[in-house]
């Protein structure tokens, strides 16, 4: 499939624009992001924003052309320029050590956390001090999967467009609002002042989640708060939630890693949110 006349040049200010994105200053000063990958590529050519549509540049090799001709249909589609690009020039913008052959530029997505407030949100996801991207992406992914309402990251956390992250959601990023940025008091009083019951999850809380879903106190509008998965939460923040919940753990496993634990407490919501909903 045709996609432009001629191979973009690995010297043209695209190219070079392109590759500065992999620095968290320039995605800051830019406000635009890669996206690495037809999954990702697809959501965001499918995803429009409060400035426009998100997806505003596509780099892809003739053979990725080929084998996604829809999803370069659907980027053209959503008014982004299209480069054919050889492999070598892919290689260098891309952050993987085996690129799929497209990579987007996107303008950057997240929603202010006000706005996550007035939506009155059931399920919220907040990482506080989650320094791993790939941690932060997969309970993303965890996030949206659960069907939680909004995630929330605050200023100690992660840069929501490292590349580790933005592959670790696997699109789940274009689905569900984010804020980013936000201090773990103001995201808490928040929630708080919103309604909504704060669980922060701990490996050493005093609250068991297995008792807390038969007690019957889960089905409503709840935010869990996630911390580090090397330390955990510090003391002034787990002095900030209504209660500090920790995963049972039934066999001899020392613990849960951090994306697992978040996807089982967000699905014991979800799931205690629903029989509550059904049952009324």
Not at 77 to 96: F, K, Y
Not at 136 to 146: F, H, K, Q, S
Request: glycine share 10%; net charge negative; charged share 25%.
């Amino acid at each position: 499939m045709p996609v432009g006349p001629e191979l973009i040049s690995p010297r043209s200010v695209r190219v070079s624009a392109a590759r500065r994105l992999a620095r968290r200053n320039f995605r800051g000063k830019e406000r635009l992001f890669l996206a690495e990958g037809p999954q990702a590529v697809r959501e965001a050519a499918g995803h429009r924003g409060e400035s426009g549509e998100t997806l505003v540049e596509l780099f892809v090799t003739p053979d990725a052309a080929e084998r996604y001709a829809d999803i370069v249909g659907e980027a053209r589609d959503a008014g982004a320029r299209v480069h054919l690009a050889a492999e070598d020039v892919i290689a260098d913008i891309s952050t993987t050590v085996t690129p799929q052959g497209l990579v987007g530029i996107c303008r950057f997505l997240d929603t202010p956390f006000e706005e996550i407030l007035k939506a009155g949100p059931r399920l919220v996801a907040v990482l506080a001090n989650v320094r791993d991207p790939g941690n932060a992406g997969t309970v993303l992914r965890c996030a949206d999967a659960a069907g939680a309402d909004a995630v929330v990251l605050t200023d100690a956390s992660v840069d929501l467009y490292n590349p580790k992250s933005v592959r670790a959601s696997v699109g789940s990023l274009f689905h569900l609002p984010v804020a980013v940025g936000v201090p773990v008091e103001h995201a808490v009083q928040g929630l708080k002042d919103a309604g909504v019951r704060i669980l922060a999850a701990d490996g050493a809380g005093e609250d068991d989640l297995d008792d807390e879903l038969d007690k019957g106190t889960m089905s409503g509008p709840t935010a869990w708060v996630f911390g580090n998965e090397a330390w955990g939460l510090p003391e002034e923040t787990r002095a900030l939630a209504d209660a500090v919940v920790r995963v049972p753990i039934h066999g001899k496993a020392e613990s849960l890693n951090l994306a697992t634990a978040a996807a089982v407490c967000l699905y014991a919501s979800a799931r205690a949110q629903r029989a509550r909903r059904a049952g009324s």
